[in-house]
């Protein structure tokens, strides 16, 4: 099938899928703070989860392109694929580093829907965006690691089986680099919840079923590692751009949503006895939010393709996880104003669309992090952390 044909078949299959969550459905789920456990599951019964897994494990191997387009469909229909993203984007890791005992043993009930890989265990209270200082330790004896620490911010982790975790297996002060001596390991969580893990919830601004983490000398076999041990850094690395895609793809989506109810909603008020849209105060900001979208879009679409041919995209892709944050950011401010007091109404669910977006500046990177791989790495200035 052409890419053009996949493309739209993808895109209209997700909105039919979407049409049966609603507003309502979105909403009342926040509300509760509930986990949007019928919708997940409806899209990995649909096999769209399972877009990354090549078919010979049971997927549909297709590209970050193809997956990408999921995920902005899912948040331009109103929902928010935070629910689900992490099985996409944790993926690669899997798929390059894992053993074939690995990938054989989860590949197929992951595609299947039996097992649900949505935890990613990176950050730490005490370290933050300083990754390589993280304070969570695995130590081998014999066949086994024991693990210690503690981690903050893993969503979904009451609502996955599998929990991605890096730790330090090699203490900084035996490394030449402090990037090296860092492990993945993927961890079952149905064993490990109770007998070493604990699970606290965090509530926060939105409802992302977002947790910490404390292991308390959990046992798990050593067959856990993924790939070689010490390397986990740089596998982490490796994931990054996926990461970044499908995150710009989810803000291009919300963006869409933003300027799509701000634009029917300037038409449809009125006052002073005309459409608010009129006034060029409040058509102008939605005109200039839809431009800044759709030429973040522009740098996602460039950036999965770099990423599907296996060329080089960090930089594409860094930028198009920052031009996207920014617009989703700044559609969902002129949506607010658009809908003037109804925009703080959960009715109309704006409010809700822009608690969600907001985090995109923030996690899985922050806009900063961003300039700091610009900078350093794209303009080869001098590094600043
Ligand atoms: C709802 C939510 C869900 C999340 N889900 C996950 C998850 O599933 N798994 C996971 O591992 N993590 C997750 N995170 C964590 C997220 O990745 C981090 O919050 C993010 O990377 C920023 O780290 P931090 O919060 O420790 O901020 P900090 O590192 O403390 O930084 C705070 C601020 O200072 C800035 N800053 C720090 N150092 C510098 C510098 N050198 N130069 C310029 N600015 C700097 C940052 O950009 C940021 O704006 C989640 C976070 C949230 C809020």
Known sequence: MPQADLHEDLRSGVRALCRDYPDTYWRELDAKREYPEAFVRALTDAGYLAALIPEEYGGSGLGVSE???????????????????????TMGTLLRHGSDAQKRTYLPQIASGKLRLQAFGVS??????????????????????????????????????????????????????????????????????????????????????????FFDDLEVPAETLVGEEGKGFRYLIDGLNAERILIAAECVGDGRWFVDRATKYAKDRVVFNRPIG??????FPIARAHVNVEAANLMRVRAAELFDRGEPCGAEA?????????????????????????????????????????????????????????????LGLPRSY
């Open 67 to 89: 997956a990408s387009i999921i995920m902005e469909e899912i948040n331009r229909s109103g929902a928010n694929a935070g629910a689900c993203h992490a099985q996409m984007y």
């Open 124 to 213: 730490e209270p005490t370290t933050g965006s300083d990754t390589t200082q993280l304070k969570t330790t695995a130590t081998r004896t014999g066949g086994t690691y024991i693990i210690r620490g503690q981690k903050i911010w893993i969503s979904r982790a009451e609502h996955s089986d599998l929990l991605l975790l890096i730790v330090r297996t090699t203490p900084i002060a035996d490394v030449k680099k402090r990037s090296d001596g860092l492990s993945v390991l993927l961890i079952d969580m149905r064993t490990a919840v109770g007998n070493g893990l604990t699970i606290r919830p965090i509530r926060t601004m939105m409802n992302h079923a977002t947790t910490e983490l």
């Open 278 to 283: 009129q006034n060029q105060g409040i058509q």
């Open 318 to 378: 860094n930028m198009a996880k920052l031009l996207a944050a920014d617009a989703s950011w700044e559609a969902a401010n002129v949506a607010v104003q658009t809908y003037g007091g109804f925009g703080f109404a959960e009715d109309y669910d704006v409010e809700r669309k822009f608690r969600e977006t907001k985090l995109y500046q923030v996690a899985p990177i922050s806009t900063n992090m961003i300039l700091a791989y610009m900078a350093e790495h794209v």
